[in-house]
């Protein structure tokens, strides 16, 4: 789990992993106080090496030299859990607050004059890292209708980098006003891939509505997520800020 120090590698010659179906991420039915949640695949996958950690160490009581390695993996099992971890969110504001799409911290605020490929034209652009140690599931940051999702091969350099949003394997999530909204509105939500996450996760399609804060995806280990919003939005946070997905108000719609 300690990927900090690691510098960004050479371009890989792998081929690009594709987008892939996973669990459903629901969520939970009712919010368990003191008890943590967990969605996605996690607890079908932390389960092997868990199992291997404890065989392991059942073997060194014969060959007390595998003691410590069956300690590293059952380590790596917990972290793997614990990486799939949903907690429960209350978002902030109210439905002219668009929310953060993720968990971790805000490495960019820019204005991008040419937008995204699917949102074109004057933007602001808000980009969220997440470490490893941070929560990776991606909720909506408002009510509305999926427009179009879009994914695009790319590379697999450093999430935090600046030119991560164009050269990196990426997933878009382009959202429209739900019906009957008094303004219309779009915006796009970027799920991006880094050098340890080579694996997004999108479980919604194309017509399918989202409630403000909604579960949508996730992305594997260190990676980042950009929204793109309209010029006119009051932005609500700033580069080095904190922020939680579905929980922290991250831009206020123009009245």
């Known amino acids: 789990m300690f990927f900090f120090f690691l510098k960004d590698p050479a371009p890989t010659e792998l081929p690009p992993l594709p987008l892939r179906a996973a669990l459903p991420i629901h969520a939970p039915t ?52 614990l990486f799939f971890r949903d907690p429960e969110r209350r978002p902030e504001g109210d439905e002219s607050t668009l929310l953060a799409p993720a968990d971790g911290r805000v490495v960019f605020v820019s204005d991008v004059e040419e937008g995204h490929r699917l949102l074109p034209g004057a933007t602001r652009r808000v980009s969220i890292f997440m470490s490893p140690l941070d929560v990776h599931i991606n909720r909506s940051p408002m009510a509305g209708t999926v427009n179009d999702v879009q994914h695009k091969a790319g590379s697999f350099r450093a999430a935090f980098r ?4 164009e050269g990196n394997e990426n997933n878009t999530l382009l959202l429209g006003s739900a019906p009957g909204a008094e303004a219309e509105l779009r915006i796009a939500v970027v799920q991006v891939a880094g050098w340890l996450a080579r694996r997004i996760i999108c479980r919604v399609k194309v017509g399918e509505t989202l409630g403000r804060g909604e579960r949508y995806g996730l992305i594997m280990f260190s990676s980042r997520v950009d929204v793109y919003l309209p010029p006119s939005v009051e932005l609500l946070v700033g580069v080095g800020q904190r922020v939680q997905a579905g929980a922290t ?7």
């Not at 595998?66 to 590293?72: D, E, F, H, P």
């Not at 600046?162 to 949003?165: L, M």
């Not at 108000?249 to 009245?255: F, G, I």
């Open 30 to 81: 009712r919010a368990r106080p003191g008890v943590v949640n967990f969605g996605g695949e996690g607890p079908g996958v932390a389960p092997v090496p868990a199992a291997a950690g404890l065989a392991l160490l059942g073997l060194s009581l014969y060959w007390p030299s595998l003691q410590a390695a069956g300690w590293v993996v059952l380590l790596l099992a917990t972290g793997t859990l």
């Open 162 to 165: 600046e030119d991560a949003s």
């Open 249 to 255: 108000a991250l831009a206020r719609l123009s009245e």
